[in-house]
Structure formats: C-alpha cells, structure tokens
C-alpha cells in the first residue's frame, strides 16, 4: 500500500520537471525564432516588412547593448530586439548594468554622444562605426490640428533601431552637401533640416561651388539648392554638368519670390530636372478644408501616396506634410 501510494507521487513530480523543462524550452524557442505575439501598446514590439528585409540582408554583424540596471528593463524592447535576433543571424544584443560596465560607457562616448542608463548602442565592429540611441529617439510625433501643435503619440522603437542598424553597416555615409555663395538659406534657417538629416545618419556639409578645391562625388554626395537668390556662374555650371552626367543627384527648393526668372543658368539646371518655374502661389479649394491647415489656404495638406520613396515615412505613419506658403 505504501508504494502504491509513492508511485502517483513520483509520476506527480515528473509531470512537473517535464512541465517546468517544456515551458523553459518553448520560453527559448519563442526567444530564438520570434513566435510570441506583440500584446505592447501601438505594437511597439512589432517588426514590419522593410525591417525584416534589412536584417537579412545585413553585411556585417551587428552588437546591440541595452543600457539598464536590473529591474529596469523595458519588456517591449527586449521583446523587440528578440525578433530582430530572429529575423536576422548577423544581430545580436544583450543587457548591460552601466554601473558595473564603466568601460563600455567610455568606449562607445565620444565629443558629442554621451552614453547613459536608458541609452541603446547599436555597434558594427567591421566599420567601426556605432550609433547611440536615447529615449528621445523613440518618441513618435503627431500634428494636433486643433491646437497646431505637435504633441508625443508613443513610441517607435522599429524606425530608429533599424536605421540605426542600417547606419552602422554602411561602407560609406552619404553626405548632403548645402550649397553657399548664391545667397541661398544659411545655417540658422536650414537647422532644423539639418537636425533631421543627421538624426537619419546623413553627414551634412556646407560647400561653395567656386572652390577649386570643391568636386562633388556623384556616388555619395547629394548637392543641396535651397533658394538661391543669384545666378550660377558659367564655371560653375561646367562642374555641375560633369557632375550630373555621372549620375549625380540634386535636391531643389524654391521659394515663391526668388527670382528665378533673373538666374537663367539656374533656371535651365532646374529644367533639366523636369522643373519649370510659374509666377504665382498654390491656393487650396475653399470646399476642400482637409488639404489645407487651419483655415489657411496657403498652407497645404497634401496627401502621401506610397511610392518606394515613401514606403518607409507611411510604414512609421509619417505621413503629414505642411507646405507653407507653396
């Protein structure tokens, strides 16, 4: 009687072991390959399509350390970063207490970056590159039509993470170069592009077309116009030419007064391109007031449609635009 008795209890406490080695197992499993379902808000922890297809297609293995002291950690990220491990074999990461690492701290610093609890350091050891990534960076922003402002609408974890992982495996950073000497915008009225431009991993630049020791490089420079108030010289167009014909790309700005019509090298650069001048302002329907911004005509809404250049700005829903004064 006795041993009858033993013997549920031993096949008792070997359902459990095999029930706590099962749950263990499918816990790994679930981690490796990425199955659990994304229950965060916003599904913060959500990997989309074109994430999936830069973490396969990766050059060079990735380190992503996660800055966090023990009972500080923040789930969606680490559920996050689990499915970008799975998704591609060239990313790993790991969590690391700042208090007991004072060195990685110190490595991965630099005259501009500084690294701290919260902050996530996305690392490529073949190009020695690194990108430190801050609460900040994650903060998703939405227009209050109401109110006119901008106000936090979550976080977004995936856009910043894999543009930061595509930055650090890159060859060669592609540089903006601002073009000066025209009377074109300054530093103090392009500076919030030129945030946003660095924040998306580009180095920006200021150059003048008139240094002779000035040759753009048509595979990793874009040459920026923004408004120019006087004509190309003729020795400047000839480096523009040899530059265009090698397959370089411009970007154009206009503003409605610049007198285009007064600059004609600049405007046969832009006709080139596919741009005409027209005198004039757009002006938006009056029975249509969800193309335009509150109240103000000029001030146009338009609509994003998806191209493969907005592909990646609709998929993180950045899809508001204001042009004022178009």
């Known amino acids: 009687e006795g041993r009858a008795r033993v013997i549920p209890v031993i096949l008792l406490c070997l359902f459990l072991a095999l029930t706590v080695v099962v749950n263990i197992l499918a816990s790994i499993l679930e981690r490796k390959n990425g199955w659990r379902i994304d229950y965060s808000f916003n599904a913060a922890a959500t990997t989309g399509e074109v994430t999936k297809t830069v973490l396969k297609e990766l050059p060079y293995p990735v380190k992503i350390y996660v800055l966090a002291e023990k009972g500080d950690e923040d789930p969606p990220l680490n559920e996050l970063l689990d499915r970008y491990a799975a998704e591609g074999e060239n990313i790993t990461w790991e969590m690391v207490s700042p208090s007991m690492n004072p060195a990685l ?3 991965f610093s630099g005259e501009t970056e500084s690294v701290t ?10 190009t020695g590159r690194w990108k430190i990534l801050d609460y900040e960076d994650f903060l998703s922003l939405s227009l209050n039509y109401d109110e006119g402002v901008y106000e936090i609408g979550g976080l977004t974890y995936e856009s ?7 930055y650090v495996t890159q060859d060669r950073v592609p540089r903006i170069v601002i073009l000066q000497g025209h009377g074109e915008l300054d530093a103090e009225a392009y500076g919030t592009l ?3 431009l660095e924040a998306n991993h580009y180095d920006v630049c200021e150059q003048e077309l008139s240094d002779p020791a000035f040759t753009p490089d048509p595979e990793n420079d874009l040459l920026v116009f923004l408004s120019p108030l006087r004509d190309l010289m003729d020795t400047e167009m000839t480096k523009i030419d040899t530059y265009a014909g090698q397959g370089g790309s411009f970007l154009f ?5 610049d007198p285009i019509d007064r600059m004609p090298n600049y405007a046969a650069l832009m006709r080139n391109y596919g741009f005409v001048r027209r005198n004039g302002i757009v002006v938006a329907d009056r029975s ?7 109240n103000i005509r000029i001030d146009l809404l338009p609509e994003m449609c998806s191209t493969d250049i907005t592909l990646d700005l609709i998929g993180a829903n ?9």
């Open 105 to 107: 701290l110190t490595r």
């Open 117 to 126: 609890s919260g902050s996530v350091i996305v690392s490529c050891e073949k």
């Open 160 to 166: 910043s993470l894999t543009g930061a992982i595509s």
């Open 194 to 196: 030129q945030d946003l």
């Open 253 to 257: 700005t206009s503003d409605y007064s």
């Open 288 to 294: 249509e007031p969800e193309t335009y911004y509150n």
């Open 318 to 326: 950045t899809k508001t635009l204001l042009l004022a004064g178009s």
